[in-house]
């Protein structure tokens, strides 16, 4: 018996997706690369903007003639609270469990007689799982940016116990596991809902005492939430890498109030500045969106300049989508041609890649040291602790393994090298 599970979306989903496949795998299915072959089909979803909501809606109509005596299955973002919707529009999907809500599934296959009724499943882990592996430690999110969808259909914020996270990677570790990020919309305000208030310092701290254990990483993080304490853990803790991925969105401090940010850009800029003074080399990465509800040509100038100031590793830059029942959807004309929003991503996208190249070609030469993650077109690739991606040739196998790298070729995207001798 076989199972396939489709994913779109943030890394959320991915982690997500490794534990049903962990689950179903503990009652038996094996994974199958393709959907014609498979018993079970789940699909993972994301609605955060309209191109991935289209993506799934088509996905669910070319399952349609596929789908005969299969059992379809929707999660992810897709699922909000009110599922007669869905249920009318699409007749063929069996079950619509909300994100993570991981015993809705095996209920409706232990009501099938297809999964042995030995109750919720506990703590799932991905049977194979790669070096590097997700671990969401926070889920949900209690800011409601203006734009954004994610609190209506995710939650309000919930963190897991330490001590859960904790074992969870001990376990994962015990299946090869070298780097765990941990995971969340907001990960750096992990624990307020807490009974004893913990801080991702503190989980940091136990993590970083794991044998076995390489590397720790986090994302994402709100620039509100970023404290002192946890930028003074990520100095001192040596496990933890040098990358923190801290979205930007607006460099307008109108264009940032209307989004719902709590923060202006002299408070962003004086987040970076604080990490950057506590480590130097850190990488930062950062997400924009262009053409939001009224953004002059003036306002989106002031993206682009922050940009080229602050000079991050990566940018993610997305148009402005309007999202039903979201506050900026509601209450703002989405006024920005859409030609004119692609327009400001290509700048965006033009500058970021001259800012790349440079950061990037600083690095050649170096020695840098990289876990490897897996082998694709003959070459191993693997991630600096910057979060680089590297590619070098080997006969031998280094999956999984911490190689030093001598880097001979640098791009915007990538880096490639030889094993340093
Ligand atoms: N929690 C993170 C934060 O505070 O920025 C990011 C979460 S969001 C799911 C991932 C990215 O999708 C955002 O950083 C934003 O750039 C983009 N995004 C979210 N809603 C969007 C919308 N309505 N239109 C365009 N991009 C959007
Ligand atoms: Fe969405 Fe804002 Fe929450 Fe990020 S912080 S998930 S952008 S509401």
């Known amino acids: 018996m076989r199972y396939h599970i489709w994913t779109i979306g943030c890394q959320m989903n991915k982690a997500d997706s490794e534990r049903i496949a962990g689950y179903l795998e503990q ?9 014609d072959d498979a018993e079970i089909i789940v699909l993972n979803s994301c ?3 309209q191109s991935a909501e289209e993506r799934v809606i088509n996905k669910l109509s070319a399952l349609k003639s596929l789908k005969r005596d299969k059992i379809l299955a929707l999660t992810g973002c897709i699922v909000d609270s009110k599922v007669d919707d869905l249920r009318r529009r699409f007749p063929h999907v069996d079950l619509f469990f909300a994100p993570q809500a991981f015993g809705e599934l095996s209920q409706f296959l232990i009501e099938r007689g297809i999964a042995p009724d030995e109750g919720q499943p506990g703590l799932v882990l991905p049977v194979n799982p790669s070096p590097s592996t997700f671990v969401t430690i926070i889920q949900g999110c209690n800011n409601f ?12 914020e919930r963190s897991r116990p330490i001590e859960e996270i904790v074992c969870e990677v001990e376990g994962l570790v015990a299946r090869g596991v070298r780097e765990v990020t941990l995971l969340g919309q907001t990960v750096d305000s992990y624990g307020h809902d807490l009974p004893r208030k913990p801080a991702l310092a503190d989980l940091l701290g136990q993590l970083n005492r ?3 254990l390489a590397r720790i990483r986090f994302l994402t993080s709100h620039p509100k939430d970023m404290s002192e304490r946890l930028i003074e853990a990520m100095a001192r803790l040596e496990k933890v890498c040098e990358h923190v991925s801290l979205p930007l969105q607006a460099g307008d401090d109108e264009i940032l109030r209307a989004m719902g940010r709590g923060y202006n850009a002299q408070k962003y800029r004086d987040v970076v500045s604080r990490i950057r003074q506590a480590i130097p080399h850190i990488a930062l990465s950062t997400d924009v969106i262009v053409g939001f509800p009224g953004e002059s040509e003036e306002q989106f100038q002031k993206s682009y300049d922050l940009l080229s100031e602050l000079r991050f590793d990566t940018v993610h830059v997305a148009c402005y989508s309007p999202r039903p029942g979201t506050i900026a959807s509601r209450k703002l004309e989405d006024d920005v041609p859409a030609e004119e929003k692609v327009r400001r991503r290509e700048r965006i996208e033009e500058l970021q890649q001259g800012i790349a190249t440079e950061i990037n070609a600083r690095l050649l030469g170096s020695t840098v040291e990289v876990l490897v993650q897996n082998r694709k077109n003959g070459k191993w690739w693997g991630r600096t602790r910057t979060d680089k991606l590297v590619f070098f040739v080997d006969d031998a196998d280094r999956l999984g393994q911490l190689v030093k790298i001598r880097i001979e070729k640098t791009s915007p995207w990538s880096l490639q090298g030889s094993l340093a001798r």
């Open 27 to 35: 009652i038996g299915y094996q994974a199958s690369p393709n959907a």
């Open 47 to 49: 609605v955060v903007r």
């Open 145 to 156: 940016c203006s734009y954004c969808i994610v609190p209506y259909r995710r939650g309000r």
């Open 210 to 212: 794991i044998d076995g």
